[in-house]
Every structure is written in C-alpha cells, then in structure tokens.
C-alpha cells in the first residue's frame, strides 16, 4: 500500500533574512542586540512603525543568556527621522544593548556577520546557494566527465545515506520503514533537498516520489541530461543500513523531464 504524505496543504518557503539585495539606496541594515522580552521587541518594532520606518527584512537569532539579536533591512525612505537620530534613540532604550550597521558591499548586497552558524532544531546547518550548487553538480561534471562526477557524488551521497541512518539507529530504540520513511522526509524537507510525496513497497522494490529535488533543478536550465547521484547515494547508504545487504537505486522519473515528481526505486536483490 502506497503511503501519502500530505499533499493539500499550503507550503510556503522558509526565508532566513540575511545576505539580502538592496532594492533601493535608502534601505540599511541593522544590528540591533537587546535584551530579550515579548514587550522589550513589541517596543523596539513600535519605535520602527511609528517612525513611519517600513521594514524590508527581518530576523532574529536564538536567545542567549536573555539576549537577542534582531537583524533587519529598513527602509527610510518615508521616515521622519534619519539613520543617526533613530539610531541613538534606540540605544537610549534600557534594553538595547548595542546598535550597529549591518555591513554591506557593492552598493547592492546587505548582511549581518552576527547572524551566525545557522541552526535548524539544535543542530548546525550549511546552506549551500545558487553558485555552489550549480559548482558541486554542473562543473564537477565538467571537470571530472560525467562517469567519474557521478561516481563522486554517489558515494558522497552514500556517507550521507549511511550517516543518516546511524543518526537514526542511534537515538530511536525501535523503528520500522514508515518511520524512517518520516525521517528522510523530515531531514530532507527542513534541509530543504526536496520533499518526500509517497512512497510504496512493491515486493522487493521501493518506490519513493519526490518534489523539487535541488539536485535535479540545478538541471533545469542546462542542456545536460539530469542526474540525481547525490540522492542515489543518499538513498543507497541508508537503505543499505537498513536491510543490512546491498541495494541498487534507480532514478526512473524526473521533473526536469516533465514527470510530476522525481522517482527513486530502491532495489533489494
Ligand atoms: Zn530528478
């Protein structure tokens, strides 16, 4: 029997608001570390409002010994008190413990260094954008052709896979594959690879669709053939773990080629 993850419900992408694109030459950064409290925030974003301020970005990072960050990209372009003055009249509040610009360069990019490492739950993550993306899946291809790149990226993909499983094993007494089935989907999903949309056991096969793979996306605007080695791997390590023998992963389906979702069967022999 085939088992769905929801798919009727509204999904919205998850920002983190940094490293962030000046839309116009009146909107700045700031740094802005406070002492944490629902009213000390409430009162620092009714300073910003009243001071017709419009807030292009914002961001906060966890509490730590009851202090704050909040990050955000303003607009001033309406507002009726310049950088200088509304910045002194944040650091006479009681709360704020210091105020700084956010950095920028070119003209173009705004970020904040204080905003840093990126945590997801408790764990620290790496985002990996657009550029390298593209560098691990497209060029590594162009450097190494195509054989050798895939191979790379598969056995890569397999530590992974492998890793994941441990993970699993090692902090859950008993589970079974729905429940590691939950997991991909959750480490996958709040990673932001792609989102598990069902999966099915046939016999000795597995099949598991997938949306927006990033992995295959990174295909979409190149004349290459997609190829999804990474997340073979991935399945490959964990799937090997699981069944305690060898497995092969197919990728059969594929969004760039117009199916639906990307679709893996894994093979138990
Ligand atoms: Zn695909």
Not at 37 to 51: E, G
Not at 55 to 76: A, P, Q
Not at 114 to 133: E, K, N, Q, S
Not at 211 to 240: H, I, T
Request: aromatic share 12%.
């Amino acid at each position: 029997m085939a088992v769905i993850f929801r798919t009727d419900i509204i999904t919205l992408p998850a920002e983190i608001h940094n490293f962030v694109k000046k839309r116009s030459q009146t909107e700045v950064g700031l740094n802005i570390f406070i002492e944490y409290s629902v009213d000390n925030l409430k009162d620092l974003l009714d300073i910003l409002i009243s001071k017709g301020i419009a807030l292009s970005h914002l961001d906060w990072t966890k509490v730590v010994n009851g202090r704050l960050l909040l990050f955000t990209v303003i607009d001033l372009e309406r507002s009726t008190v310049s950088l200088e003055d509304l910045i002194s009249l944040i650091k006479d509040k009681e709360y704020v413990l210091e105020v700084t610009k956010a950095d920028e360069f070119l003209d173009k990019f705004i970020y904040s260094r204080h905003l840093f490492p990126i945590l997801i739950g408790d764990d620290r993550v790496v985002a990996i954008g657009p550029p390298m993306m593209e560098g691990i899946i497209l060029y590594s291809r162009e450097l190494l052709g195509e054989a050798a790149s895939a191979n790379l990226l598969y056995h890569i993909g397999y530590a992974m896979g492998k890793s994941l499983y441990e993970y699993l094993r090692d902090n859950v007494d008993r589970w079974e594959l729905e429940d590691g089935m939950r997991f991909l989907d959750a480490v996958f999903s709040s990673y932001g690879w792609g989102r598990l949309k069902s999966y099915v056991k046939n016999g000795d096969k597995i099949i598991i669709n997938v949306e927006d793979l990033w992995e295959c996306e990174v295909y979409k605007d190149s004349n290459e053939e997609p190829k999804a080695s990474l997340f073979e791997g991935c399945l490959a390590g964990f799937f090997e773990q699981f069944y305690e023998k060898r497995v092969i992963v197919r990728h059969t389906g594929c969004t760039v080629c117009g199916d639906e979702y990307c679709i893996f069967e894994v093979i138990l022999p």
